[in-house]
């Protein structure tokens, strides 16, 4: 199950279309514990996670399942805690693995991980499960919520047996809704009524090791993924305009909206050619067609015949800025006489003499 992509290793800024890479992982050293490699951690120290030479891909070591004071509490330190994880923390995103074993126990992946014990566990079982689930009597995958090292189970599905040809794992979220996939296949969506913060992804395994006569899981094209709608290399969770691609994440009013989504009605910019709505620009040339023009400088070509009130030139509509009109003719009529002709030659002509 090898891809071109796949062949990237340890690739920290993979992107595809819509998705922006946090880590990807295909080659493994064998024989070599990955804990604290490459930003590698693991939950369950008596566990050596390791790479295998025969298939090229990652295995955990023991076969353990929940004992000792930690019980079935997460965060305890104990077998439930087998995860695997690294790679920086996010939202909205996903992460996904090919799966493989030559046992029936768990194979998983977590996402959302902000602490020992509160994540996201997505996993495969067709036997030993980690707690609260206990035993399962057919091939299942199962999605739990743990937070405050006590787990929940949120949903399950019934899939195809597991066998050692890999097959897909997959967790997405965006804000409180995650999707799970087996295969080609989608499973169940859950909606988390209080969703956990964003955090780190990885694998996880329970009672699966090589402890058992040699059977075991395996896991390989290791993938953690951040959501980017607008595919402009940007995440979701940090881009300031995300349906429309901005990769300078400009943003000139620093109001956390990007250039790109603004524009239109009541755009505050500078030097704008807005055409609709009102327009407050505070200099440059402003040639907006609509509305109520308040531009505070520049050259103004508002065509509308609407209340113009900038100190700039006009190209039509009132001047409510307009106090003197300094060099106008004097002679002709005096006195009041004057003065009424005069405003109906302003009223009449609208336009600036001599100004």
Known sequence: MRSLLGMLCLVSNVAYAGQVGVFLQDTWTAGADVAGTDGWVNGYGDDPWVGSQSTNSLLPQTDDNVGGAGGARYGSGWA?????????SFTDGGMKVDVGTTDNDTAGIVLS?????????LFYSGDSSPPPVGVVNNPTVVLLRVEGGAATEVARARVAELTDTPTLLRLNRVGNHLTAFYGASYLFAFDDPAPLPGGQ?????YDAGLGQAGDTVFFDDVYAYQFDTDSDGVPDDTDNCVNTPNPDQADRDNDGVGN???????????GDTDTTGTDTDSGGTDTDVTGTDTDAGGTDTDLNGGADTDAGLDGGGADGLLASCNGCATGGASGMGAVAVGLLVVASRRRRVGC
């Open 113 to 121: 991980h902000n602490g020992s014990d509160a994540f996201y566990l």
């Open 201 to 205: 992804a990885g694998v996880y395994s």
């Open 260 to 270: 790109a989504c603004e524009g239109g009605a009541g755009d505050t910019d500078s």
């Open 80 to 88: 439930a805690d087998n995860w695997l994880i690294r790679g920086d």
